[in-house]
Nanobody
Framework: QVQVVESGGGVVQAGGSLRLSCAASGDIFRLDVMGWYRQAAGKQRELVASIIFDNTANYSDSVKGRFTISRDNANNTVDLQMDSLSPEDTAVYYC??????????????????WGQGTQVTVSS
């Protein structure tokens, strides 16, 4: 089993900043991709940013230049620094971990785990 836990959401005024953190734990061999998604009320879940094992990052156009994703491979964590927030960024933010679980002795299998989500609210 792999558990993913987010933290750091809250309420902030437009133009402010928040930092989200995510930690994955459990039977992890390697996490290839870690990412942040968000789902606003009445809308579909969308990718915000993702980062692969070699720290190559990818951002949606709506957050490029404002958000920064980073990861710590040794501790299986990923952070999302969000600056210049606007009311349009209001959503539940979810962390996703995609990789491999297991070991050389027990064998390997792919995993994809989601956190429970953390609310980000940006007031105008």
């Amino acid at each position: 089993q792999v558990q993913v836990v987010e933290s750091g959401g809250g309420v902030v005024q437009a133009g402010g900043s928040l930092r989200l953190s995510c930690a994955a734990s459990g039977d992890i061999f390697r996490l290839d991709v870690m990412g942040w998604y968000r789902q606003a009320a009445g809308k579909q879940r969308e990718l915000v940013a993702s980062i692969i094992f070699d720290n190559t990052a990818n951002y949606s156009d709506s957050v490029k230049g404002r958000f920064t994703i980073s990861r710590d491979n040794a501790n299986n964590t990923v952070d999302l620094q969000m600056d210049s927030l606007s009311p349009e960024d209001t959503a539940v933010y979810y962390c996703n971990a995609d990789g491999i679980r297991g070991s050389w002795s027990r064998g390997f299998s792919r995993i994809q785990s989601w956190g429970q989500g953390t609310q980000v609210t940006v007031s105008s």
